[in-house]
């Protein structure tokens, strides 16, 4: 860690919202650092970021060709143009898990309480995390997105509507960074977190990214349609044009599923709202 930016001085400033903006600054540059600081933490460890880079071209190859061949698409249309939204969504929720890992493993290794005896701004911590998995998930999505058009992919409503659809996975990734965040200042132990990675399987798979949630059992169908990870994957079908999109005014659909853009939003701002606060306090806490 290079040298930080020092706290702005508490008296003397030019009057409360000077000093307010001052703290302000003085956050967004130590966020920064530690964002820089993990970026360069994954060139020295390039076997992990080998591995997130493969890890959503595999996905796209293994359930593309294992399920395509045995699941029909309501409406008709090709498995993989209806498949790839989920699978965008799917990894976006996987943010949870790695920005947990990380935050678990600094805080097991004591890399935090380094960065408590430090003059830098105690929320820069969490959002130098939460910042650097918004680089790292954009990048994990284009390489997905070169291995769908691969596959035959294709965002079929123009350019601007696949950017507002990339847009929304890059925000749902951004706020699920914080709950993963939150997790691994509450686990504060890197083995603990890496046996919590299972469970973010089943959030994913119980919802309309891989099949429809149609044939599914009532109580499982209510769930999976008001599951987060299908408001995500059925606006993206909306947006990159695919088959699977809500048809109509979505008469007869859960409101999630038939509105899905609001839906994406409303989890996001819900998601911001309760993590942000809950993780920069928990950070401030374990410093006492």
Known sequence: MTALTTAPAA???PGARGARAARLRWTAADGLTLIGRELSRIRQEPGELVAALIFPAVMVVLFGYVFGSAISVPGGGDYREYLMPGLFAMVTFTATMAVAMRVATDASRGVMDRFRSMPMARSAVPFGQTGAEILNGLLGMTIMACAGLVVGWRARDGLLHAAEAFALLALM???LSWAGCYLGLVVKNEQTADQLLPLVFPVTMLSNSFVPTGGMPGPLQVIADWNPVSALTAACRDLFGNPGAPAGDGAGLAWPVAHPVAATLGWAALLLAIFVPL??????????
């Open 173 to 175: 990734r951004y706020a």
């Open 279 to 288: 993780s920069v306090r928990t950070y401030r806490r374990r410093g006492r």
């Open 11 to 13: 008296h003397g400033g």
